[in-house]
């Protein structure tokens, strides 16, 4: 099954089960508390809290989505994307465990046609409730059924919202994939796929349930690219028909095969994925900067020349260029489903082009100078040698490295690194700035994309919002 008939198959199902369609919103929520849109939940956030009446009660929907805490699984993991969709049905104050537990399974087994003697399910420690009507509504075994404790099954925003117990549904790969035991034991032998959430709570923003919310409400996530991995046959989210033509250029353009060695394999699973991130991120209006989504998309771009560079690319002074062709073929692949690409071709190129050059051009001197770090930090002889603040914050300031770029070559090298050494040092560098009244040095400075933004000039252009948004940060 492709992926457009996986989220047609989605929408159309619980289309038939009374829902009403929504498109996809913005990467940028209008949500105030969270960065960027992290869950298909998102958008309908003031119906789940009572504060505005849906129009219907109840929903399905395709969401872009953008995570920043899975940016160091890419590549690594089998089924982790920065960006990625999520199919999702919604109930607002009408159905509630039993008939998502039961909608779930029959979507999972009778369209999807997953093998239901390899689904696995996992529930809250304390919600009996849900695991009886496991049992009660469908065939799974209570053998296959694990109880998580919060971290894993207690779903919330990680700020004052809603939040409640929630069950997940996993499939089993089988041997070749890990370990046998379940998704206690092992999440990439058993693959998550679709999570419901029983929201149920009102939290405050350590996370204390203040009370009940004013109704019981479902909301659901499936993860459109590991249903891919599923019913396409293949070992991981990069090699779906959604991603395999963005590796087939990462390919081209960085001269390496895909599968030949695991290391270059991770580099060119890093391109794809974060040239797609990039494009969509831009498309809604984000763009290059020190701070908020703007820094993300920043980290994002120069995460993926490091690993051109890793692949013996020399980017941006020769002329070798990586961002600006994978971001085209981003748009090339992805404008079926999201025309707004098409849209900001013109910006997406740009952007992408303007930091590769500004990076690519100097990373090689940085690196150089990550490299003599940890030569003189091993030769101390120390347990767990140190990787100093200082050189981080040189490694920013002249070399634009962004500090989690620094920290991760750091990690990878053995080394850990001085942060709050980094920190100071930054504090110190913006008090200075704010004396002389005169901007440090983080690349091309905001107002060129400004005027790079002002030129493509489409009517539905969000960047202006994006730039207000940050300043609020
Ligand atoms: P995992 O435990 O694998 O990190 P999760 O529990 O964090 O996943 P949820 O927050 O429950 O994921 O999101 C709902 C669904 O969205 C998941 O079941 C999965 O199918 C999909 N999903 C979540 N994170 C990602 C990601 N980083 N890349 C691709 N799909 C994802
Ligand atoms: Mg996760
Ligand atoms: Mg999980
Ligand atoms: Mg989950």
Redesign the pocket.
Known sequence: MDSLSIRNTFLDFFVEHGHRRYESASLIPQDPTVLLT??GMLPFKPWFMGDATPPTPRATSYQK?A?TN?IE??GH?T????F?E?LGNFSFGDYFKREAIRWAWALSVEHYRLDPERIWVTVYEDDDEAEQLWLAETDIPAARIQRLGAE?NY?WTHAAGPGGP?T??YYDRGEAYGHAGGPAVD?ERY?????L?FMQHELDDAGNVLGQLPALNVD????????AVLLQGVDN?FETDLFAPLLARAGELSGTAYGEDAERDVSLRVIAEHARTSAFLIADGVLPSKEGRGYVLRRLMRRAVRHGQLLGMDIGSSGQQLLLPMVEQVIEQMRPSYPDLERQRSLITRVAGAEETDFGARIRQGLERVDQAITSARSTGDDAPAFPGEVAFELHDTFGFPIDLTAEIAADAGLSLDRGEFDALMQQQRERARAAAKKGSGGIPAETYREAAAQVGTTDFLGYRGLTAEAEL
Request: aromatic share 12%; net charge negative.
């Open positions: 992290i869950a989505c995570r899975d699984n890419v993991t089924r982790h994307l920065t990625f999520m894993d779903w929630n997940e549904l999440d693959l998550e796929f679709y999570n959430v659901t996530g499936l993860g459109l690219e590991r249903m989210v």
